[in-house]
């Protein structure tokens, strides 16, 4: 802008170094910081990799999968790569790292909804929503970064305290591993684990929780707890229905009887036996037995092995063995039975030697003896062997031992030829013969009520038919006599003037009923004027100024014109807006 | 400093002007009826409604450009809905039309046996030929003793219209008109 050719007077340039580059560089070095601050931040929060290996995916899918531990997300699933077995998958989890304290070898990790299962809701409720990965910290393991996966929940979790005990079962029914164990109702513990062995049947882990562990005593009573128990009695039915978990999953009942209240607890790792019902378990069967032999000349061939042997409704035995048999030398054929007879339940007591009176039967002999001498009691008695079913004709056979009418005294039979060229292993490893316990003649209910039947239809017989048509034919007659009477007339009278009484009251009221029905109509002429009324302020007619209902319906319609026709505008007009409304060029 | 000044102006809306209906006395109008004031003695009677075509029924007011081709008018505007305002001018050109108390303003409760009467505008036009309007009214005789139940009239006006003011003369002049022929045929 100077054209002062005079350069003397130019100030002259100094360049001056500083360390500071100048304020413009603040603000790259700050975001600088930032980004480095956040970098270091992520990856301090990145989390811990661990690997699980899994059977399958089972719907999970690497970005999207969390992994849960009781309802808290605690990381997520990254990747899943195929094992190197090339059979199952392994999930790469990348675990939030306040959990890495859990992430020991008793740490558990399992697909949650993978197994939809009634008995864990949670696993229902996945299903839908798709699969998540539950997580259980371990404690007091070693630091694992590897782990195999569960395919559902454990019924146990890691850290739980508690007991296990072993349940022996003939018969599965409902019970599952996850099958709760209830004291009478109250969840006390687990099935765990469900092994089979050939011999010894169904084997069941129980896990009991702290600290109902006490409650397991060696008499403790098991049993499959039923969804429905019906009882009969007292003149009604009572339906009870289990918890709606044991329904589902079904459920293991447990109770301590009297005589084991006060017995130490058992140790970890006892035996008990699962009965299939409450009334098998008190029934419960145990101590030393013997063998008897039953010959029933009726059908008994479906009787079960295992069917009770009572007496009184007491089970003292079960059947062992049913085979088809003849009769040397006649050829007659018969049912042979084999059946356990239980020392402590035919003579309560012997076993024990607090209770007994006599010493207590410890040897087989003394067992034997002690089993036959109360079995020749009863059999002096009249008491004999008979086939039964409960419900009669339909239910299960028993064998019972009842008292039979006019039966002579009877004894044990011994007999040590071998019958149908079947032979025995003597009981408990004995060689002796084994008794026969008399039965009784027609040795069924089906036999019982043939000759009850027959007894019937003898008395039958006897009822005089012919009197019987005589006195009936005598008795119309007189019926015929009586309706032609003037008795019956005098009624028909009585009859009619009852009826003249009846419409005499019914005039009598009519006046009282008369301006009632008065008022009811006046009343209804009201209600319709309100109603037209009510009509006519709603359509506007004779509205007043005063009247707001259809003043606010105008004011509301009005409303939505004005928004309607800004819409319309705006349309018209989007750059309004910004610029204004325009007159149109 | 200018520019922002310009931006800023540009911003500015342009006016909005507002129109209203206005009655029309009947020696104004170009009557066809006679011109003496009716000598009507019947019972009372009130505008219970007025219905124009929902293409008028607008905030804004509508131009007809061309026959059938319609023009909305963004910075004029009614200051009332078109249907009440039809309806109080209508009123007020029958008030002028007909002996005083026959006529119960629109928004007074309706004496027992007063006559309503219901007017719908089916079709207005107002181009270049002129204004037109077809218009049909019902006389709810609410008592049921009165033998006016009705009539359709077709009217017209010649006018040159095409801007805001021109329709709202010509809703005037139509409505008026209407007016007189109701009043015709009461006088029947």
Redesign the interface.
């Known amino acids: 802008m100077n054209d002062s050719p005079d350069s003397s007077s130019l100030p002259d340039a100094r360049s001056r170094r500083a360390w500071w580059p100048g304020l413009v560089w603040a603000v790259p070095l700050a975001a600088l910081i930032i980004v480095a601050y956040l970098g270091i931040q992520a990856l301090a929060k990145r989390g811990i990799l661990v690997t699980v290996t899994f059977d399958s995916a089972a719907g999970a899918s690497p970005g999207d999968t969390k992994v849960v531990y009781r309802g808290v997300d605690v990381g997520t699933v990254e990747a899943i790569v195929p094992n190197k077995d090339d059979r199952r998958l392994d999930f790469k989890l990348r675990i939030d790292p306040r959990a890495k304290d859990g992430l020991n070898t008793n740490a558990r990790f399992w697909l949650i909804g993978a197994a939809p299962n009634l008995s864990d809701l949670s696993s229902l409720k996945a299903a839908v929503e798709g699969v998540t990965v539950g997580f259980e910290p371990g404690t007091g393991g070693t630091p694992e970064r590897r782990f195999n996966g569960l395919e559902r929940a454990p019924i146990v979790l890691p850290g739980q305290r508690g007991t296990r005990f072993v349940l022996q079962a003939r018969t599965l029914s409902s019970v599952r591993e996850g099958s709760e164990v209830l004291f009478r109702g109250l969840p006390i513990g687990k099935v765990t684990d469900v092994k089979f062995d050939a011999e010894r049947g169904f084997s069941l882990q129980v896990f009991i929780f702290e600290p109902y562990e006490s409650l397991i005593k060696p008499d403790d009573l098991f049993w499959t707890s039923s969804p429905l128990q019906l009882t009969f009695g007292g003149g009604s039915i009572d339906a009870e229905l289990a918890p709606l978990s044991t329904v589902f999953a079904g459920g293991v009942d447990l109770d301590i009887p009297a005589e084991a209240r006060g017995e130490a607890r058992s140790p970890a790792g006892a035996q008990f036996v699962l009965y299939p019902s409450q009334i098998a378990a008190r029934q419960e069967l145990s101590g030393p037995k013997v063998r008897y032999d039953f010959d029933f000349s009726g059908a008994a061939g479906d009787l079960a092995q295992g069917a009770a042997v009572t007496l009184l409704g007491f089970r003292i035995g079960e059947v062992e063995n049913v085979r088809l048999a003849y009769q040397r030398g006649t050829g007659q054929p018969y049912t042979a039975v084999t059946a356990e007879l239980y020392l402590e339940r035919l003579v309560p007591g012997a076993g024990r030697p607090e209770a007994a009176a006599s010493p207590p039967a410890t040897t087989l002999k003394d067992v034997r003896a002690a089993m036959d001498g109360k079995l020749r009691a009863l059999l002096r008695l009249g008491y004999r062997a008979r086939l039964k079913q409960t419900p009669a004709l339909i239910g299960a056979r028993a064998i019972a031992l009842v008292p039979v009418q006019g039966a002579h005294p009877a004894d044990l039979v011994y007999d040590d030829t071998p019958r149908g060229g079947v032979t025995h292993g003597g009981a408990m490893g004995e060689s002796a013969a084994i008794g026969r316990i008399p039965t009784a003649q027609g040795s069924t209910d089906l036999d019982d009520i043939t000759s009850q039947t027959d007894r019937l239809l003898i008395k039958a017989n006897h009822i005089p038919i012919e009197q019987i048509g005589q006195d009936l034919g005598e008795i119309t007659s007189r019926l015929r006599r009586l309706s032609a009477s003037p008795e019956l007339a005098a009624d028909a009278t009585h009859l009619n003037s009852s009826l003249a009484d009846l419409s005499q009251m019914l005039a009598e009221a009519r006046p009282q009923i008369g301006p009632l029905l008065d008022k009811l109509n006046r009343t209804a002429g009201e209600l319709s004027q309100t109603v037209l009324a009510a009509r006519q302020l709603l359509s506007g007619?004779?509205a007043?100024?005063n009247e707001g209902l259809p003043e606010a319906i105008g004011q509301l319609s009005?409303a939505a014109?004005?928004l309607r026709?800004l819409a319309?505008?705006l349309q018209?007009?989007p750059e309004?807006l910004?610029?204004?409304?325009?007159?149109?060029p | 400093m200018l520019l922002m000044g310009v931006t800023l102006s540009?911003?500015?809306?342009?006016p909005?002007r507002l129109f209203s209906l206005q009655a029309i006395a009947p020696s104004a109008a170009p009557s066809h009826g006679p011109g003496a004031p009716n000598a009507y003695q019947g019972p009372a009677l009130r505008v219970?409604s007025v219905t124009v075509p929902p293409a008028f029924d607008?905030?804004?007011l509508v131009t007809e450009t061309r026959p059938a081709q319609l023009k909305?008018e963004?910075?004029d505007e009614w200051s009332a809905?078109l249907v009440d305002e039809a309806r109080q001018t209508l009123s007020a050109d029958l008030i002028a039309r007909l002996p005083a108390g026959r006529v119960i303003f629109p928004?007074?409760?309706?004496p027992e046996g007063t006559l309503?009467l219901s007017v719908d505008v089916l079709e207005f036009h107002a181009d270049d030929a002129g204004a037109s309007m077809l218009a049909s009214w019902s006389i709810d005789a609410a008592s049921g003793n009165h033998g006016a139940t009705g009539g359709t009239a077709t009217l017209r006006i010649p006018l040159s219209a095409g801007t805001s003011p021109a329709m709202v003369t010509a809703w005037n002049q139509l409505l008026a008109q209407l007016a007189d022929r109701i009043v015709d045929s009461l006088g029947r």
């Open positions: 007619q004779g007043s100024q009005e014109r004005s026709s319309d505008y018209r007009h309004s910004l610029r204004g409304k325009k007159p149109e | 540009a911003c500015r809306s342009a909005t219970d607008r905030l804004e909305i963004d910075l809905p928004h007074l409760m309706k309503g």
